[in-house]
């Protein structure tokens, strides 16, 4: 059996329904299980309604669920044709009756707390995963569709909670692999229900846990994401246009890289498969042909240093200065148990000889945190900020690593610089405004010349070595020249 998930990218229309069938189909023999998440960018806007049913907005409110429900409606008729009707009537009508009576509750003063936002979050893959399960039945493969809420057991952690593994283990054998065994099983990602029913989430991107909760519930022998991207990249298409296909990588690089910023993965979905040693495959939906990028036990390739540049945005820097050094470790510590209580992610954190800083994820919440320090502490902030990380097992033991960044990054404004505690990375903090220059500056550096072995061009990568190559006069022509260009700065 493998698992296979798509993202709300390749699931966000009816084309790309269907093309995600034909998928699918070509896979039959290996017996897949289908995690998908929601359409298109449905989850944001189930929150934003929920924004306005709370703020007493009904008929916002009622516009954005409107829009939801007959872009759904549209989308299953385009897919089902003569049978979208029934199918309807029988499935998506009555979850949009639900949501209605939910937000309708939040209207009335219904307290917007955690479990009614995950109540709220979950209709988006309980539409798609029946929407996709009624188009595959239609397509000709037998299809079992089983609710991700009576597979997967969590704890009370509503929006980020944390899946119950012996429990959700042993339901995804009674269920899933059973039906596995002779159909094409579809199911939800990123939702989950406490024991006695409850629904949660998995926090944003939950999905791909859930594919990993699921091939290790079922001992799959592989874990497919798909997603719009050819695989793991060596620089973030958002922020730098051409970068390299990783062929291979390991799993725990592939965990800091997620962690850094790489979004192809959920930062949690390596940790299922890590216990079975499953590999779990990074391919493009839209390019389906191509190998993609393969997740293994062990990192290929050891001793190339740098096999990707991760980018954080949106970020703030912490500069606090403390007068003597005593005690500072515990204060450190303390600060950082303060964040993550809050749900501020700390992502770097650089002793200093009378301080110490922070890059921690933007919040509202920083400012009233930051008031409550013990006055005799300095406290500056910085907003605005980005965080750049080189990643690859060799890193700390790459000869002249250090000296290659600094020279890339010279006359840049970097305002922290930390190692990984896993020794895996390096990372620094700067100014958003000078991400994508910074990036293309590392790139140069250490992707001039990637072995083919570990690294393959994207058809983005050959257009833009062609278009530089072609700009450049004959006689000056240099096979070592950069193959990337800035790309414009979309927002994430």
């Known amino acids: 059996m493998i698992v296979m998930k798509f993202g709300g990218s390749s699931v966000a229309s009816a084309t790309a329904i269907e093309w995600v069938s034909g998928i699918v189909k070509q896979h039959l023999h290996a017996q897949p299980v289908v995690v998908v998440s929601a359409m298109g960018k449905t989850t944001d806007r189930l929150e934003e309604a929920l924004r306005h049913a709370a703020r007493g907005s009904s008929f916002s409110a009622w516009r954005q669920l409107e829009d939801l429900r007959q872009f759904h409606v549209h989308e299953t008729k385009r897919l ?74 969590t704890n009370d952690a509503f929006g980020h909670a944390a899946p119950l593994l012996w429990e959700t283990y042993a339901r995804l054998r009674r269920t899933v ?51 719009d991207v050819d695989g793991i990249l060596s620089c973030d298409p958002r922020v730098l246009r051409g970068g390299y296909r990783l062929r291979a990588v390991g799993y725990d690089e592939a965990a800091e890289m997620a962690r850094l910023g790489a979004k192809v993965l959920h930062p ?102 930051l008031r409550h320090l013990d006055r005799s502490i300095a406290v500056t902030v910085e907003e605005n900020m980005a965080v750049v990380s080189l990643v690859g097992r060799g890193i700390t033991s790459g000869p002249g690593i250090a000296a290659r960044v600094r020279l890339a990054l010279q006359g840049q404004n970097v305002r922290m ?35 083919e072995e570990l690294f393959a061009a994207t058809p983005e990568s050959a257009r833009v070595l062609s278009t530089a190559r072609a700009k450049m006069p004959p006689e000056k022509t240099d096979p070592g020249l950069p193959q990337v260009s800035p790309a414009s700065r979309p927002a994430y």
């Not at 979950?122 to 009576?150: N, P, Q, W």
């Not at 692999?177 to 939950?206: E, K, N, P, Q």
């Not at 610089?417 to 790139?443: D, I, K, N, W, Y």
């Open 177 to 227: 692999a059973v039906a596995a065994r002779d159909s094409v099983v579809v199911m939800g990602g990123f939702i989950g229900a406490t024991a006695d029913g409850r629904i949660t989430t998995l926090g944003r991107g939950g999905s791909d846990f859930t594919a990993s909760l699921v091939g290790a519930g079922i001992s799959a022998s592989e874990i497919q994401i798909w997603t």
């Open 268 to 369: 949690d979905t390596v940790a299922p498969a890590v216990r079975q040693s499953i590999p779990i495959t990074i391919r493009n939906s839209r390019h389906p042909d191509l190998d993609g990028t393969c997740v293994t036990p062990q990192a290929p390739h050891p001793t190339v240093a740098v096999k990707c540049i991760a980018c954080l945005k949106d970020m703030a820097v912490i500069h606090l200065n403390v007068r003597g050094a005593a005690g500072l470790a515990n204060f450190s510590d303390g600060l950082h148990q303060l964040f993550t209580r809050n749900h501020i992610e700390v992502h770097l954190v650089q002793a200093r000889p009378n301080g110490v800083s922070f890059a921690v994820t933007n919040s509202a919440d920083l400012p009233a945190l």
């Open 80 to 153: 089902l044709g003569e049978n979208a009707r029934a199918f309807l009537d029988q499935k998506v009508y009555p979850l949009f009756h639900e949501l209605h009576d939910t937000l309708v509750t939040v209207e009335e003063g219904t307290p917007v707390t955690p479990q009614v936002k995950d109540r709220v979050l979950s209709f988006g893959e309980r539409l798609s995963s029946e929407i996709v399960a009624a188009v595959f039945a239609r397509a000709g493969m037998k299809t079992t569709h089983i609710d991700a809420c009576d597979a997967i057991v």
């Open 417 to 451: 610089t930390a190692q990984g505690s896993s020794r895996l990375s390096m990372s620094f903090a700067l100014p958003e405004s000078a991400l994508a220059h910074c990036v293309e500056r590392l790139h140069r550096e250490f992707f001039r010349t990637p072995g």
